[in-house]
């Protein structure tokens, strides 16, 4: 009987989605707490946070994970400063397709072994 399996080259993309939902996770277990400070966000707005997902389909978190930030563009890629440093954010993480009601840029990240790990970025004027 033949056996099926997953081809070789989807392992390793999954195992990328698993780490950074993961990630995600976790940094909204350890970071994303309300104290009151979103209770004034307009539930638009709100439900835009929620339902913004990376280009490989993974949630971006919530309103509590987002930084909205400056940018730049530099050689045709999006830099963000981010904890006093300026990054680069990696064309997997750039979302054009889902506007931007909030007018400013915002860019979601995550610790990760001493590393920052850009997960999601929406320029300011996305559409």
Known sequence: MPRLSMPRLWIPRLAQLVLLACLCALA???TAFDNGQYENVPPDIRAWFKSVMAPNGVPCCDISDGHRTSYDVRQGAYWVPIEGQWMAVPERAVIRDRGNPV???VVWYVHH??????SCFVPADAV
Do not use: V
């Open 28 to 30: 909204g277990a350890a």
């Open 113 to 118: 072994r001493g590393s920052i790990i850009i």
């Open 103 to 105: 007018g400013e840029a």
